[in-house]
């Protein structure tokens, strides 16, 4: 028998959580587990039940979805997250994507959109409202353009590009070392080699390089 799919649905809205788990619980093979008002209680919902699917809004009280997300990774909590939004803007599809969204549907289309995006995200595959589809294909373009102008980013070892990632976090080297229990000294000969690398030169430099193609690198 094929195990059902276990959410978590995270809205402040009540009306707005009551008409989602409507349309959810009408496909028998989708299974509501938990449901919450704000982040904190998704993210303690999820620690407590270890569902296949968070649905969470990114704008709650208490802890947005993004930041829930962010935990999630920090825990290494497998659940898939589909994040909901009233916002159309790039940034925030580019941040949202940069924290391991599996999908991302515009709350104007939830109603028609969302078992699209469970049973997508379900298959392995993303899911993204068309509305948005444009900002997909930006997205995609950049990390092109990005490795046709830095190619060298291909010749950095699995450790190079590890810390390359961290230092996109905005981590420092203590940091970094205390992050992948390794010595300080071992993380600044990387950062070194990363540098020479990438012809990056002067202080600042990598960090810059680092923090403005995060997006791309976590996709690596």
């Given at each position: 028998?094929?195990?059902?799919?276990?959410?978590?649905?995270?809205?402040?809205?009540?009306?707005?959580?009551?008409?989602?788990?409507?349309?959810?619980?009408?496909?028998?093979?989708?299974?509501?587990?938990?449901?919450?008002?704000?982040?904190?209680?998704?993210?303690?919902?999820?620690?407590?039940?270890?569902?296949?699917?968070?649905?969470?809004?990114?704008?709650?009280?208490q802890m947005g979805g993004l930041?829930?997300?962010?935990?999630?990774?920090?825990?290494?909590?497998?659940?898939?997250?589909?994040?909901?939004?009233?916002?159309?803007?790039?940034?925030?599809?580019?941040?949202?994507?940069?924290?391991?969204?599996?999908?991302?549907?515009?709350?104007?289309?939830?109603?028609?959109?969302?078992?699209?995006?469970?049973?997508?995200?379900?298959?392995?595959?993303?899911?993204?409202?068309?509305?948005?589809?444009?900002?997909?294909?930006?997205?995609?373009?950049?990390?092109?353009?990005?490795?046709?102008?830095?190619?060298?980013?291909?010749d950095l070892t699995p450790a190079?590009?590890?810390i390359l990632k961290l230092i996109?976090?905005?981590?420092?080297?203590?940091?970094?070392?205390?992050?992948?229990?390794?010595?300080?000294?071992?993380?600044?000969?990387?950062?070194?080699?990363?540098?020479?690398?990438?012809?990056?030169?002067?202080?600042?430099?990598?960090?810059?390089?680092?923090?403005?193609?995060?997006?791309?690198?976590?996709?690596?």
């Amino acid at each position: 028998m094929t195990h059902p799919i276990t959410l978590v649905i995270a809205d402040d809205h009540p009306l707005f959580r009551t008409g989602l788990r409507e349309i959810i619980v009408s496909n028998p093979a989708l299974q509501i587990v938990g449901e919450a008002g704000d982040g904190a209680m998704a993210l303690s919902l999820i620690q407590q039940h270890s569902p296949t699917m968070a649905i969470l809004d990114i704008d709650m009280p208490q802890m947005g979805g993004l930041a829930v997300a962010r935990e999630l990774q920090k825990q290494k909590l497998e659940a898939d997250v589909i994040f909901l939004t009233m916002y159309r803007e790039e940034d925030l599809f580019n941040e949202a994507m940069d924290v391991g969204a599996r999908g991302y549907v515009l709350k104007d289309s939830a109603v028609n959109d969302i078992l699209s995006a469970i049973h997508t995200v379900a298959d392995g595959r993303y899911y993204i409202s068309p509305g948005l589809s444009d900002h997909l294909i930006k997205r995609s373009a950049r990390a092109e353009k990005l490795l046709r102008q830095t190619p060298s980013l291909e010749d950095l070892t699995p450790a190079e590009l590890r810390i390359l990632k961290l230092i996109a976090e905005n981590k420092t080297s203590k940091e970094i070392a205390d992050h992948l229990t390794i010595s300080y000294k071992t993380v600044e000969n990387h950062r070194t080699s990363i540098a020479s690398k990438l012809h990056l030169r002067g202080s600042h430099s990598l960090l810059k390089f680092a923090i403005e193609n995060r997006g791309v690198l976590r996709r690596k």
